[in-house]
């Protein structure tokens, strides 16, 4: 006897769908599966036959072969313990015939409860794309399906309910979507809480505004750490589109918040200055996503910049450049999205008091330019923004009043995020200026003849890169939307120079 399921898989964030083929034939008692599974799924067999006899289902006295479908796709995981115990029970004729636009997904315990898995949300819309109408899986996964259009969803607490629905005798009851709301409100940090800094609260904001990778350098306590947290706050709300592929990838790594749907906050990650190459780019024998991915559509912030491994900030290159990041290993490849704001924080130097304006640095040259040489040119040529955060003074600490809010400052981005979106309504993948390709500034970068004239000189005093001139270009387009103006200005143009402050005062010559 013969039985066929659908079920799905996701190879990185691309979902695809299984084809759990199942046949009873006679010999000896023998499970076999095939179809390029790892160890997880050869386990599943066990698995299986433990929840048919403790939900007092028959276990075939015959050989079993399982092949999963496509079979040069390697299969990966529990995914496919609920497919595995329906076509067995179908292929022994205790189902109906299953239909074809339905699949089914989810780990099984001995005792036939469904327990949650990872990947859901790529395979749900892997599922819609490739006609499935019906999706039976676990109960904890079902918000996270839900947000596939197109596509009803059966949560589930044991594989029982399941057999239960299929012959018709109690209707498990459809999941419904829980909707996107865009308008959230920020309870994280707030800008209000900081005192002073107005050269870095403008610079924080010209970043949101335009999507800019940014670097604060200052003493110990200037208040760098405290600035970079709040920035999420200022940034406008995830889009439904930019949701879903948060939420994607965060399905993925398993990270999705129980009972929620989606990932509705933008990501800031911040990982510890110890952090692996392998940690921030992904990877794993399986891969897995690294923390750029896992910052898609958010922050990353990177506290002590210098401090982090030369492997480990060498690699944030090319995901700078591209926007995603390929991870390859023996048993195969995937490709991550990793579009994300990179902000980090650092000190002069070592001792953290070069250029105080009343503490003296204790740092020889040599021992100065031995610490920045820790840092890439590439990669700061890749920082839009180098900005540097002087001592707090006593009067802005002691100010009763509070400074502007995140609110405030969120409601003027998003209206200049809005106008970017617009603008760039043509070039799929544009959303932002930071976004924007070189072969376009010209296009979307007017300048009058005494911003070419500022541009020319701050080139070939500053000895920049094409690649810093073209960043400069990207950053004066933000400043001028702020400022509402369509073409770029002299003042614009001073200003994005002037966040290049690593190029003028602490970058040693060598960079």
Same mark, same amino acid.
């Given at each position: ?10 190879a ?6 299984v084809q759990?083929?199942?046949? @009873? ?17 050869k ?12 939900l ?12 999963? #479908? ?19 029970? #179908? ?14 997904l ?31 899986l ?26 239960? *629905? ?17 308008d ?5 940090a707030d ?10 609260r403008?610079?924080?904001?010209v ?6 990778? @940014? ?20 940034l ?6 930019? #949701? ?7 399905s993925?790594?398993?990270?999705v918040?129980?009972?929620?749907g ?6 800031f990650?911040?990982?510890?200055? +110890?952090?692996?190459?392998t940690?921030?780019a ?7 996503p ?5 910052? *898609? ?18 690699v ?11 991870v +390859? ?21 070592k ?7 009343t503490?003296?640095?204790s ?7 031995q ?6 040119g ?17 009067g802005?600490?002691?100010?009763a ?26 070039l ?35 000895? @920049? +890169?094409?690649?810093a ?9 933000t400043?001028?939307d ?6 770029l200005?002299?003042r ?5 120079v002037?966040?290049? +402050? ?10």
């Amino acid at each position: 006897m013969y039985a066929k399921v659908n079920s799905l898989g996701v190879a990185g964030l691309n979902g695809y769908t299984v084809q759990v083929e199942t046949d @009873l034939s006679g010999g000896l008692p023998q499970f076999t599966m095939v179809g390029l599974p790892d160890s997880a799924v050869k386990e599943s067999s066990e698995r299986v036959r433990s929840a048919l006899k403790n939900l007092h289902y028959q276990w075939p006295a015959s050989r079993i072969t399982v092949n999963l #479908a496509p079979a040069d796709v390697r299969k990966t995981g529990p995914v496919y313990d609920l497919p595995v115990f329906i076509s067995i029970m #179908a292929a022994q004729g205790k189902l109906p015939a299953v239909s074809g636009e339905s699949a089914f997904l989810g780990e099984l315990g001995l005792d036939g409860t469904l327990r949650p898995v990872n990947g859901v949300l790529p395979m749900a819309l892997a599922a819609v794309q490739n006609g499935i109408k019906e999706l039976f899986l676990p109960a904890e996964n079902a918000a996270e399906a839900a947000v596939a259009q197109g596509l009803t969803v059966y949560p589930a607490r044991t594989a029982q309910q399941v057999v239960l *629905h299929l012959c018709g005798a109690e209707k498990l009851t459809p999941a419904e979507p829980t909707g996107y709301d865009a308008d959230g409100v920020w309870l994280g940090a707030d800008m209000a809480d900081v005192r002073g800094q107005l050269v870095a609260r403008r610079a924080l904001e010209v970043a949101a505004c335009g999507g800019h990778n @940014l670097v604060f350098v200052g003493s110990p306590g200037s208040g760098k750490s405290m600035l970079a947290k709040r920035l999420p706050g200022i940034l406008p709300p995830l889009t439904y589109e930019e #949701a879903v592929e948060t939420s994607a990838v965060y399905s993925v790594a398993g990270l999705v918040p129980a009972g929620k749907g989606l990932v509705r906050a933008r990501p800031f990650r911040s990982p510890h200055h +110890s952090v692996s190459a392998t940690a921030i780019a992904g990877g794993g024998s399986v891969p897995r996503p690294g923390e750029v991915s896992l910052a *898609h559509n958010g922050v990353l912030f990177l506290d002590e910049l210098p401090e982090f491994s030369r492997e480990a900030l060498e690699v944030l290159r090319q995901p700078l450049e591209d926007g995603i990041v390929t991870v +390859s290993r023996v048993h195969g490849s995937a490709t991550y999205p990793c579009k994300f704001m990179l902000v980090a924080a650092m000190n002069p130097c070592k001792c953290g008091y070069l250029g105080h304006p009343t503490r003296p640095c204790s740092c020889t040259p040599s021992a100065v330019d031995q610490y920045l040489r820790r840092i890439s040119g590439p990669l700061m040529d890749r920082i839009d923004l180098h900005v540097h955060v002087e001592p707090v003074a006593y009067g802005d600490l002691a100010q009763a009043a509070d400074g502007e809010s995140s609110a405030a400052i969120r409601t003027r981005v998003a209206a200049v995020r809005q106008l970017q979106r617009e603008r760039y309504q043509a070039l799929p993948g544009v959303y932002c200026n930071a976004q924007l390709p070189g072969n376009r500034l010209r296009q979307f970068c007017p300048m009058t003849p005494a911003a070419e004239t500022v541009l020319r000189a701050a080139f070939e005093r500053m000895g @920049l +890169s094409a690649r810093a001139y073209d960043r400069i270009l990207r950053v004066s387009r933000t400043v001028a939307d702020m400022d509402g103006s369509e073409v770029l200005d002299s003042r614009h143009i001073a200003e994005a120079v002037q966040y290049r +402050s690593l190029d003028r005062r602490f970058t040693p010559v060598s960079l």
